[in-house]
T-cell receptor, first 117, second 109 residues
Framework: SAVISQKPSRDICQRGTSLTIQCQVDSQVTMMFWYRQQPGQSLTLIATANQGSEATYESGFVIDKFPISRPNLTFSTLTVSNMSPEDSSIYLC??????????????FGAGSRLTVL | GQNIDQPTEMTATEGAIVQINCTYQTSGFNGLFWYQQHAGEAPTFLSYNVLDGLEEKGRFSSFLSRSKGYSYLLLKELQMKDSASYLCAGMDSNYQLIWGAGTKLIIKP
C-alpha cells in the first residue's frame, strides 16, 4: 500500500492565522482525500483533491476556508485559513487503492494535530 | 439520513474474545469497512465485507448482514496491543464512506 508523509504532525496556532498542511505520497494516485477528526468524533470528509482540477468540497466546507492544492499526482496541500478555536482538530490526508477483495481501501497519513488558541 | 452506530467504549480482558457491533443506514450499499486506530496514529484498514457472512483474517473476523444493516468485528485472543479505537464505515451508492465515531477498546491484563 501507499506510504503517506504528512506534515506538520502538530502545531499550535494563533487565532486568525492560517496553516498549510502538506501530504506527500510515494506513488502516483488519482484522488487524494482530506479528512478532519475531532476528539471522540467520526472522520469527516472535507474535500476530494484531483490533480489538475479544483477540489470537490463536502457540505459545510468551502474553498475560502480550506483551500487545497494538487499540483501533481503525488502531492497535495490543505490550508486552514483564518483559524478559530473551533478548527482545533486532527487533519488527515488519505489515498484510495484497490485491494484484492475489490474494495477501494484508504491509506491515511499520520495526521496533523492543530490546536488554535 | 445516513448513519453509523457503534458503542463508544468497550473493555475486555487479555486473552479473551470481544465483539464490536456496528449498525448502519446508508443510501445504497457498497460495502462495510473496519479500521483500527491507535491513539495518536492514523487509521489502518482491517477488513471489508460486501457479501453476507463471516470473513476471517487471523485473530480478527468481520461479519455482515445486509438485511439487518449490521456488522460486527470479532477479536480473539486479545493482546494488550489491541487497545485502540475501531472505526466502522459504510460505503453508500456514490462510493462515499460514512464513518462511525469509533469504539474505544480497552484491554485489561
Amino acid at each position: 500500500s501507499a506510504v503517506i508523509s504528512q506534515k506538520p504532525s502538530r502545531d499550535i496556532c494563533q487565532r486568525g492565522t492560517s496553516l498549510t498542511i502538506q501530504c506527500q505520497v510515494d506513488s502516483q494516485v488519482t484522488m487524494m482525500f482530506w479528512y478532519r477528526q475531532q476528539p471522540g468524533q467520526s472522520l469527516t470528509l472535507i474535500a476530494t483533491a484531483n490533480q489538475g482540477s479544483e477540489a470537490t468540497y463536502e457540505s459545510g466546507f468551502v474553498i475560502d476556508k480550506f483551500p487545497i492544492s494538487r499540483p501533481n499526482l503525488t502531492f497535495s496541500t490543505l490550508t486552514v485559513s483564518n483559524m478559530s478555536p473551533e478548527d482545533s482538530s486532527i487533519y488527515l490526508c488519505s489515498v484510495g487503492q484497490g485491494a484484492p477483495s475489490g474494495a477501494n481501501v484508504l491509506t491515511f497519513g499520520a495526521g496533523s494535530r492543530l490546536t488554535v488558541l | 439520513g445516513q448513519n453509523i452506530d457503534q458503542p463508544t467504549e468497550m473493555t475486555a480482558t487479555e486473552g479473551a474474545i470481544v465483539q464490536i457491533n456496528c449498525t448502519y443506514q446508508t443510501s445504497g450499499f457498497n460495502g462495510l469497512f473496519w479500521y483500527q486506530q491507535h491513539a495518536g496514529e492514523a487509521p489502518t484498514f482491517l477488513s471489508y465485507n460486501v457479501l453476507d457472512g463471516l470473513e476471517e483474517k487471523g485473530r480478527f473476523s468481520s461479519f455482515l448482514s445486509r438485511s439487518k444493516g449490521y456488522s460486527y468485528l470479532l477479536l480473539k485472543e486479545l493482546q494488550m496491543k489491541d487497545s485502540a479505537s475501531y472505526l466502522c464505515a459504510g460505503m453508500d451508492s456514490n462510493y462515499q464512506l460514512i464513518w462511525g465515531a469509533g469504539t474505544k477498546l480497552i484491554i485489561k491484563p
